[in-house]
């Protein structure tokens, strides 16, 4: 599974950014899409994941800004970032499942400026 993720960038506090993530090669089987992030100095953590069933999970700093979704061919997850703040300054991971093992996508940026 091949992960390629776009959309990030600088934007204001209170600004919306919408990152995606396109999945490519053995997609089939793919059980989760999410996306982690990482900020300097921190551990990599769960922003917000979705199952193939639709079943969505998202870390209590982000709950009511964020919003994951996934087409319907599930190879594509979107985050749509609204309401963003410095704290949210990070590189974002796009992450899939499949099989009960986890692939990594390129990171990409997001600077949020107060």
């Known amino acids: 599974v091949q992960l390629q993720a776009s959309g990030g960038g600088l934007v204001q506090a209170g600004g919306s950014l919408r990152l995606s993530c396109a999945a490519s090669?053995?997609?089939?089987?793919?059980?989760?899409m999410g996306w982690y992030r990482q900020a300097p100095g921190k551990q990599r953590e769960l922003v917000a994941r979705?199952?193939?069933?639709?079943?969505?999970d998202y870390a209590d700093s982000v709950k009511g800004r964020f919003t994951i979704s996934r087409d319907n061919a599930k190879t594509t997850a979107s985050l749509q970032m609204n309401s963003l703040q410095p704290e949210d300054s990070a590189v974002y991971y796009c992450?899939?499942?499949?099989?009960?093992?986890?692939?990594w996508g390129q990171g990409t940026l997001v600077t949020v400026s107060s």
């Open positions: 992450n899939a499942v499949r099989l009960n093992r986890g692939y």
């Open positions: 090669g053995s997609t089939r089987s793919i059980s989760v």
């Open positions: 979705i199952t193939s069933g639709g079943n969505t």
